[in-house]
Every structure is written in structure tokens, then in C-alpha cells.
């Protein structure tokens, strides 16, 4: 009989023998361009995905989200979901990894495409966000597979698109078919780069909506026979400036969300336009003389777990009242553009306390637990697939992501993969989590 100390040491040996494999695989995602929007190459790189996993022993499918945003002839929208059947029944294990990215961006001194290896790291658009943490996903299973090929249960590696733009195509259509059912998962990681030693239990919520004032057209030399819709979005700002911006620094939660500046509701303005639309780039010409007669912002409210959606549309709408109450012909329309509640893995799930307790056996130390002040593709497990039993765990800096020059450590994928592969013993071995079986 081998010792659960054994098996721990001899799971991580495995992986760090895995590392060259770990780099090509890596680079090999990194270079094919996944880019969201438009949704490039996803049919490639499920392909290739589908390859590498069938020869580990996984099943695999390929599923295309039909007719979902984005989703058409020239870009469909491709996922793959992997599944390796244990000896005997028990839980089920998933790895979720998003296989877009973002634009490239400008600033790179760095092929975005190339995936190469300078001073242990792996540059390319996506290696940490997040192609290095489903690298290190598929290296942990893998290394798991040779060291404990009698388990119970099964383990699932799905990658999916679209998450950068919503999830739409991707978690949230598996999730519509099921895949996500507690029946079917009982756990979930999601291999986002939130640092190796950290697990991210939930996100904060999302508002965004779009607010327009209106006014009335008139020749620009005589304003006043108009009225102009950009000064009533002016005094929309300014009642922002003196009541909201203040009211949200006051709300503070006590999700451990990180960044600091982030454990409070904020509130961007994303844009703000009124009157002529601009020129094309090319157009040499002067505007014409008009008064606006129509101005719009678009605000992206984060809000707390300890808010409700309500009072965070109420605050906003009681702000525009406030405005119109005060100021002559103010008249203004409010247009929900999208929202996403808030959610957070409760510390005491079972997959947050064998993820944590595999990053007390590799690093010596505890695990800091923290929320992403943005939302990702847990919103979707949660809400549409009703499994609670979920978190972020991967590897690389969360600061790195959609930068120019993006990379991720190969140290930290190892490591990462050695604390995957030490929760796929616990829960799929010892059999740690087996009490949320079909919760
Ligand atoms: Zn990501």
C-alpha cells in the first residue's frame, strides 16, 4: 500500500518530468491565434486539443453552439469537452480553460504568436489568460493518469470560447446542455491565471446600461434656440461627481476581493457620446453647426455580493430624478445592457478545501483566498448549471492579462499542475469531496 505522502511526491516527480512537454504544449497553443472577436481558429485548436486528449485516453466531443452571438459559417463557435471514465463510481472532476484571447494590442517586443521560451518564460498572446493554465491542466491529468491509473470517478478537460466576450458560445451553451449538472460534475476548476498559491472563489456582479439625454436640434450660432443634450449629460456627470462616486467608496464588502481598490462598488464610465458622429479616419472636413440633440453614456457598474440588483438600477434611476428635478427640459431614457449577480464559492466546499489543502502540501504555506473584481465563466456554472462546487485556480499574474509582452512562468505551471494533480488524488483517490456526489 502506498502512503498518501508517497503518492503527493510521486504525483509531483511526474509532472516536473512533464516539463519540456508542458512548454511545447504550451506553445503550441499560443500559436494557434484564437482571437475573440471574431472567434479565430477555434475548430483548430479543439482539433488539436481533441488529438492530444484522445491519445491520453480521454473520450472527446466536439460541440459547435450553434447559433449563439457571434456564431456563424466564417467563425462557429467550437468547444471541446474531454472525459476520461475512472475504474469505479465517484465524483467527477472538470477542468474548465477558455481557449479565445484578446486583440493583440500594441506595445509587443515579443512575437504574440510566436510562444517563445526566454529565461523561463512563455510570451504570446494568452499564455497566462489563460492557454498556460489549461497546459498545466491537461499536464496534471496526464501526470495523475501514469501515477494513479486505478481511480474512481472521472475527470473532464473542457476548452470553450468566447469568454472574453460573455461566455455565450462557450460555458454558458454547455452549460444550457447540461454538461455542468451536478448530476454529471461534482467539481470544477477553472484555470484562470489568478496566481499559484491563491483561490479565487467568485466574482463580483456586473451592471452595464446606457443612459441618453435628450435635447433639441438647432443651428450652432444660436444655442439657445435649441437645447443641448450634452450639458443635461454634463450635469448627469457632475450630480456622479458629488453624490455617487462618494456613496460607492462607502460601500465596502467583505468578499476578499483583489485588487484593493476593487473591495468597494465602482462604477466606469465607458463612454459618452453626443451630437455629430465623428469623421472617418480620412474625412479632411469640418463638422457642421448643430446643437446636440441627443447624448449617451454607457456605465459599467461592479456591484457586491452584500448589494441586490435592484438597489444598484435604483440607485441610478433616483440619481437621473434627482437631475430632472433640478434642471429645466431634462428628460432622459435608461436602457439595461446587460448584468451578471455576483457569486462566491463558500470556503467550506469541498473543492476549495482540497485545492487548498494541495497548496499547503507544495508550497509550505496556506492558500490566500480572494475574488476577481471581474467576472468570468463561473457566473455561468453557477446560475445556469446550479453547481456550487466551483473556483479559479491556475497559473500566472492577473495583472499580465490583454497586456502587450504577456507571459506566464514555467516554474509557476508546474507548480499549479503539481497542486491539480495532488486535488485529483484527493478528491478521486482518497476520495475527500465524495459527499457532494449529486448535491
Ligand atoms: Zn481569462
Not at 519540456?20 to 479543439?46: H, S, V
Not at 465517484?90 to 504568436?113: A, E, L, M
Not at 479565487?200 to 456582479?205: A, I, M, P
Not at 462618494?246 to 465596502?252: D, G, I, S, W
Amino acid at each position: 500500500m502506498v502512503s498518501d505522502t508517497d503518492l503527493g511526491q510521486r504525483l509531483s516527480k511526474a509532472v516536473l518530468a512533464r516539463r519540456d512537454d508542458l512548454i511545447a504544449l504550451t506553445g503550441d497553443l499560443i500559436r494557434i491565434p484564437t482571437l475573440n472577436p471574431p472567434g479565430e481558429n477555434y475548430r483548430e485548436i479543439c482539433d488539436y486539443l481533441d488529438r492530444r486528449l484522445l491519445k491520453s485516453g480521454f473520450d472527446t466531443r466536439l460541440i459547435r453552439a450553434k447559433d449563439t452571438p457571434g456564431d456563424s459559417e466564417k467563425y462557429p463557435r467550437w468547444n471541446i469537452v474531454a472525459r476520461r471514465e475512472g475504474t469505479r463510481s465517484g465524483d467527477c472532476v472538470h477542468f474548465n480553460s477558455h481557449i479565445d484571447v484578446v486583440d493583440v494590442g500594441k506595445g509587443w517586443t515579443t512575437d504574440p504568436f510566436g510562444g517563445a521560451l526566454i529565461d523561463g518564460k512563455i510570451y504570446g498572446r494568452g499564455a497566462c489568460d489563460m492557454k498556460g493554465g489549461l497546459a498545466a491542466s491537461i499536464i496534471a491529468a496526464e501526470a495523475f493518469l501514469q501515477v494513479c491509473p486505478d481511480f474512481a470517478g472521472a475527470i473532464e478537460i473542457s476548452g470553450t470560447g468566447d469568454e472574453e466576450s460573455g461566455g455565450f458560445g462557450g460555458v454558458a451553451y454547455l452549460a444550457e446542455q447540461g454538461y455542468f449538472d451536478p448530476k454529471r460534475v461534482q467539481h470544477v476548476i477553472i484555470p484562470e491565471p489568478l496566481n499559484k498559491d491563491r483561490i479565487c472563489l467568485g466574482h463580483r456582479g456586473v451592471w452595464w446600461a446606457e443612459i441618453e439625454t435628450h435635447g433639441e436640434i438647432a443651428h450652432g450660432s444660436m444655442p439657445f434656440l435649441g437645447d443641448c443634450a450634452v450639458r443635461h449629460m454634463g450635469a448627469v456627470v457632475r450630480e456622479m461627481e458629488d453624490s455617487l462616486f462618494p456613496a460607492l467608496a462607502r460601500k465596502r464588502t467583505d468578499m476578499p476581493v483583489v485588487p484593493e481598490g476593487a473591495k468597494q462598488s465602482t462604477l466606469n464610465i465607458n463612454s459618452i457620446h453626443g451630437g455629430q458622429a465623428e469623421g472617418e479616419a480620412d474625412f479632411t472636413g469640418l463638422p457642421s453647426p448643430c446643437v446636440p440633440d441627443s447624448c449617451r453614456m454607457v456605465i459599467d457598474r461592479r456591484f457586491l455580493i452584500e448589494e441586490d440588483i435592484d438597489e444598484v438600477q435604483e440607485e441610478i434611476r433616483s440619481l437621473l430624478e434627482k437631475v430632472r428635478e433640478g434642471r429645466e427640459n431634462f428628460s432622459y431614457d435608461m436602457r439595461e445592457m446587460h448584468r451578471v449577480l455576483p457569486t462566491m464559492t463558500e470556503k467550506s466546499a469541498p473543492i476549495v478545501q482540497t485545492v487548498a489543502k494541495a497548496i499547503a502540501e507544495t508550497f509550505g504555506r496556506e492558500a490566500e483566498y480572494v475574488v476577481s473584481p471581474g467576472t468570468y465563466d463561473q457566473k455561468h456554472i453557477d446560475r445556469i448549471g446550479r453547481l456550487k462546487n466551483c473556483i479559479a485556480y491556475g497559473p500566472g499574474i492577473l495583472d499580465l492579462a490583454h497586456k502587450p509582452d504577456e507571459y506566464v512562468g514555467v516554474d509557476d505551471m508546474i507548480q499549479s499542475a503539481q497542486v491539480m494533480g495532488r486535488s485529483l488524488i484527493s478528491l478521486l483517490v482518497q476520495g475527500d469531496g465524495a459527499a457532494t456526489n449529486g448535491e
